[in-house]
Every structure is written in structure tokens, then in C-alpha cells.
């Protein structure tokens, strides 16, 4: 025997943590953003808000 014995129910746990970690790591990769992209966005998008409460004309 090569591998000599494997418990089933470990490789199998194993395979599924796996797979779980590949999909995670997946959607990380997709929708992830770093904490320091977060704060730009926030904010640029609190710069926006600033302008146009700005340019608005009274009684509005």
C-alpha cells in the first residue's frame, strides 16, 4: 500500500473545508475591497455629498 490507511470521514471533511476556503478565497477576489479602499471611497463619496449641499439654493 502507498498511501497506507486514510480515515474517510477526515479526507472527506477535508475536501469540503477545501472547497469552502476555494470559493471564500473566489468571492474574496470578486467583491473584496481593502480597508484603505473603503475609507477612499467613503470618503470621495462624503466630498460629493459636501459639494452638492453646497451648490443648493435656499428653500430647497
Not at 18 to 42: P, V
Request: charged share 45%; net charge positive.
Amino acid at each position: 500500500m502507498p498511501g497506507g490507511v486514510i480515515n474517510l470521514r477526515a479526507a472527506r471533511k477535508a475536501r469540503t473545508r477545501d472547497e469552502k476556503r476555494a470559493k471564500g478565497d473566489e468571492n474574496a477576489a470578486k467583491f473584496g475591497r481593502t480597508k484603505g479602499q473603503k475609507d477612499r471611497e467613503e470618503a470621495q463619496a462624503a466630498r460629493a455629498r459636501a459639494t452638492l449641499d453646497a451648490h443648493k439654493r435656499e428653500g430647497e
